[in-house]
């Protein structure tokens, strides 16, 4: 009874994986990217390359090489960086938490990931990225253009920029009273 049980939850909680998952093209990988702080254009074709290798830009990637070494998501972040069913691990996430479309969390994940160890941390980047010639993304609309900002944001700057415009207006017909007289 008790192993039904199991049996029901483990394929609810693959279907809902399933449900979530993304296939990115190559220019929504790197639109994603941008969105999510990977604002290092030079490195930017090293972090899709790494994908393209590692996961084939798909969201609910999963390899069990044994049971205690599981790699998950679009990084293929190994589960010594997450922890299963909660919480955990160096990055304190849950690991099926990388397996959805949502990839905020697998890129924070990832940059943690970065900083400590560098891309050598990914087997697949050190033979078929590092070297070699990586994918053209330039062609996308988003390295040109990059996602704009949030319309409240672009408010704020607005304003910003009128209350500067008006200082230095009153600061320049100071100056030019002071200068008539």
Same mark, same amino acid.
């Given at each position: 009874?008790?192993?039904?049980?199991?049996?029901?939850?483990?394929?609810?909680?693959?279907?809902?994986?399933?449900?979530?998952?993304?296939?990115?093209?190559?220019?929504?990988?790197?639109?994603?990217?941008?969105?999510?702080?990977?604002?290092?254009?030079?490195?930017?074709?090293?972090?899709? $390359?790494?994908? =393209?290798?590692?996961? %084939?830009?798909?969201?609910?990637?999963?390899?069990?090489?044994? /049971? !205690?070494?599981?790699?998950?998501?679009?990084?293929?972040?190994?589960?010594?960086?997450?922890?299963?069913?909660?919480?955990?691990?160096?990055?304190?996430?849950?690991?099926?938490?990388?397996?959805?479309?949502?990839?905020?969390?697998?890129?924070?994940?990832?940059?943690?990931?970065?900083?400590?160890?560098?891309?050598?941390?990914?087997?697949?980047?050190?033979?078929? $990225?590092?070297? =070699?010639?990586?994918? %053209?993304?330039?062609?996308?609309?988003?390295?040109?253009?990059? /996602? !704009?900002?949030?319309?409240?944001?672009?408010?704020?700057?607005?304003?910003?920029?009128?209350?500067?415009?008006?200082?230095?207006?009153?600061?320049?017909?100071?100056?030019?009273?002071?200068?008539?007289?």
């Amino acid at each position: 009874m008790a192993e039904r049980r199991v049996c029901v939850v483990t394929v609810i909680l693959l279907l809902s994986t399933f449900v979530n998952s993304k296939v990115f093209t190559r220019c929504q990988l790197t639109r994603e990217l941008l969105k999510n702080h990977f604002h290092q254009k030079t490195f930017l074709s090293n972090w899709v $390359c790494l994908i =393209e290798q590692e996961s %084939d830009r798909n969201t609910s990637a999963h390899i069990v090489k044994t /049971p !205690r070494k599981q790699y998950y998501g679009l990084f293929q972040i190994g589960s010594e960086w997450c922890k299963e069913g909660k919480k955990g691990g160096k990055c304190d996430i849950a690991c099926e938490s990388l397996l959805d479309d949502d990839i905020r969390d697998d890129c924070a994940c990832a940059y943690k990931i970065f900083e400590n160890e560098g891309f050598k941390y990914w087997t697949k980047w050190e033979t078929r $990225c590092k070297g =070699e010639r990586l994918p %053209d993304i330039e062609k996308c609309p988003d390295w040109q253009h990059p /996602p !704009r900002a949030s319309p409240e944001r672009m408010k704020r700057t607005l304003n910003r920029q009128r209350r500067r415009a008006t200082l230095k207006l009153q600061v320049y017909k100071k100056n030019l009273i002071v200068y008539k007289k």
